[in-house]
């Protein structure tokens, strides 16, 4: 790097580290007050400056004391959920258990080929691995299932209250 590239990386780097800047506020013989960077030549005291997002806090927005229009948040929340929340939930409740009924193991094709019950061993290791293999997605389904009735239920209970 050469020396130029230096000297403007440490000026900006200064220019991050001044927290706090100093200002000197002068009075004049007439009692007119005015700010400068340099020593005042008469009467004057130091003030330092910080910038102000180190002590700013957020202001919050005062409630409103409006009253809610004719097609405010509230009915704009009541008609979604009756017209798309609503139904859109009852039907992804729907969707899951047609696709927990698609997904059940099809006994028909377990039975069928060179892997019939009757050429496997009791308590093979193949039968086994696959029953607990549809036992574990039977439960994974139910589980989804029930976490959109709760959805569901949940939806139902706020378009009740509105």
């Known amino acids: 790097m050469n020396p130029i590239r230096y000297a403007a990386c440490a000026l900006l780097l200064l220019g991050f580290l001044a927290p706090a800047w100093a200002i000197n506020k002068c009075t004049d013989a007439d009692g ?28 919050q927005p005062a409630p409103s004391t409006a009253k809610e229009g004719a097609f405010g948040a509230t009915w704009q929340r009541k008609h979604y959920l009756q017209n798309q929340g609503v139904p859109q939930a ?15 193991p099809d006994t ?4 069928a080929g060179p892997l019939r019950r009757s ?17 574990k997605d039977k439960a994974a389904c139910e589980a989804r ?18």
């Open 32 to 59: 007119k007050v005015s700010f400068q960077d340099g020593p005042c030549p008469g009467q004057g005291e130091k003030v330092e400056v910080r910038p102000a997002m180190q002590g700013a806090t957020p202001v």
């Open 108 to 111: 028909a094709v377990a039975h």
């Open 145 to 162: 299932t029930n976490e959109l009735r709760n959805q569901l239920k949940s939806l139902e209970a706020e378009l009740g209250k509105l």
């Open 119 to 135: 050429t496997l061993a009791s308590g093979s290791q193949f039968a086994q691995e696959r029953a607990a293999g549809a036992d």
């Open 90 to 104: 009852r039907a992804a409740v729907e969707r899951s258990q047609q696709e927990c009924a698609a997904t059940a």
